[in-house]
């Protein structure tokens, strides 16, 4: 991961980024964003000391009326209801004939400090559970046991954590088979549908994994059939409270379906999760912290209006994206996330599905894909939070949005080579040989990007992130540090880096 954004004592004027830095493409805050020529500069400027561009200075997290709620502690205390809903939801998943569940009763101390860990350090980095309308005690109880399973892997209580997480895919199972006899869709299945995905894929257990991508399916299944229910009601102009927190979260489960997809094909080359992006034409981009953390309908319209609220069209916005213009709309930093995971799961895509046998870069590919990324990096850097993110207390998204524009190149540029080296380190003795990586500049400055990134980490030291990581970082990080380090690995990298 880019390490220097996780620490102020380490800065890229400390290292040799001569060979990175003179590579950059020249970012003009007075013009829009223009194709790129043939030797086109690639890749984002480590010391990120970037300015909003002129477009953002009237953007909502650019006023001082804006107040981001990331690294503000909002303790949950669980009452006798509360324990009583968790034990009551491990002995409805019992009923359905989960072993597992066998004696499984958490006390109130355990509920409270697996909840707070749950949305103090996992909420901030996925926030798709609205955190001011959230009630223990009457949250449907699989929702309810994906939450405490993801809390209660990050305190490191693994064993019961577990536990909670197959009774959530029980009961999960469940409601899929009474789907069938029903019409009625509700957004919490797919809450708790991402939040098994994310605890399975990013596991070390196979068989989580493997449900893992098979509960995709029921995550697109579930957005198609919400989305047309909802159809109307998206449109409506001025929506209250209550419907905008609902069309908030659709646009925010569908906007981490993207996300997730392009993570889960970053970490498993083998993964059958293509998930088919359910974004129709009235979907709107994520909004921003103030909006969303909003603790009462009043201040929600407070803020609303003081905003100026509109709500961007997530279609049109990508479309612009992908075609390398530069959107002139303000975007949150979850949009921006959302925008680089879609291009990301379209590199991914292709490469898994390109005909050729053996690594080759094709340049019309890699021209149209470098509009894009340009695009997208220009948009990032005109965000109000761009600036500091080098900072401990920054937006966590606009961090992670670097994490994936990091893979992007990575795997534009070395895709295929990188997945041979996933599979030598997966399967030692597969007798695939490390490959020879290809000669091109850009591919060069890939791997010394790489290469500083991994040399962060290093000095950041890989057992302390080890023990923070869960604390600290989303799981794009990590993930990324995880190909960087790949990247060091291949058999040329040293040699022609230093030719």
Not at 54 to 69: G, I, K
Not at 108 to 132: G, M
Not at 239 to 247: G, H, M, Y
Not at 291 to 315: D, F, G, I, T
């Amino acid at each position: 991961m880019l390490g220097d954004s996780f620490i102020s004592e380490i800065h890229p004027d400390d290292f040799d980024l001569r060979g990175v830095t003179d590579l950059m493409f020249d970012f003009n805050t007075n013009t829009i964003i223009s194709p790129p020529s043939a030797d086109a500069c690639i890749l984002l400027d480590p010391s990120r000391r970037v300015r909003p561009v002129s477009l953002f200075f009237d953007a909502p997290e650019s006023l001082p009326q804006y107040q981001h709620s990331y690294g503000t502690p909002h303790l949950f205390r669980c009452s006798d209801d509360d324990a009583i809903a968790v034990n009551n939801a491990f002995a409805k998943a019992k009923g359905t004939a989960i072993s597992t569940s066998d004696s499984t009763c958490l006390s109130r101390n355990q509920i409270s400090r697996w909840i707070n860990a749950y949305l103090e350090h996992f909420d901030i980095h996925t926030p798709i559970v609205h955190r001011p309308t959230f009630i223990l005690s009457a949250t449907p109880a699989s929702l309810l046991l994906g939450m405490l399973a993801i809390g209660g892997c990050i305190v490191s209580e693994h064993g019961p954590a577990s536990k909670a997480y197959e009774a959530s895919c029980h009961l999960l199972a469940q409601y899929e088979q009474d789907l069938l006899q029903s019409s009625i869709s509700d957004l919490w299945p797919i809450q708790t549908a991402l939040l098994c995905i994310q605890f399975g894929a990013f596991s070390a257990n196979p068989r989580y994994a493997r449900q893992a991508q098979r509960q995709f399916s029921l995550v697109t299944d579930l957005l198609r059939a919400v989305e047309v229910q909802v159809r109307g009601v998206q449109s409506a102009q001025d929506p209250d409270w209550k419907d905008w927190v609902f069309i908030e979260t659709l646009s925010r489960l569908a906007s981490w379906t993207c996300i997730l997809n392009a993570a889960i094909s970053l970490l498993d080359p083998e993964s059958t999760c293509i998930a088919a992006p359910q974004v129709t034409a009235e979907m709107i981009v994520p909004s921003n912290d103030s909006l969303w953390r909003a603790p009462s309908a009043e201040e929600w319209a407070r803020n609303k209006e003081w905003q100026a609220y509109k709500p961007v069209n997530l279609v049109e916005t990508s479309r612009r994206v992908f075609t390398g213009e530069y959107p002139t709309v303000a975007m949150s930093s979850f949009g921006l996330l959302t925008l680089i995971g879609a291009l990301v799961a379209n590199i991914c895509a292709r490469e898994r599905y390109s005909p050729e046998m053996a690594p080759v870069l094709d340049r019309e590919y890699c021209a149209k894909m470098e509009r894009s990324l340009q695009a997208w990096e220009t948009l990032w850097r005109s965000h109000p939070h761009a600036e500091g993110t080098q900072s401990m207390k920054s937006d966590p998204m606009m961090t992670e949005c670097l994490c994936l524009l990091s893979s992007a190149y990575h795997h534009l540029y070395m895709g295929q080579e990188l997945q041979i080296l996933k599979r030598i380190a997966k399967e030692p003795q597969c007798h695939l040989a490390v490959p020879n990586l290809p000669t091109e500049r850009k591919v060069l400055v890939v791997i010394k990007y790489a290469a500083t990134s991994w040399l962060a980490d290093t000095v950041t030291g890989i057992a302390h992130k080890q023990r923070k990581a869960a604390f600290e970082f989303g799981g794009l990080g990590p993930m990324v540090a995880y190909e960087t380090g790949k990247h060091s690995c291949s058999g040329s990298s040293f040699q022609e880096l230093s030719s």
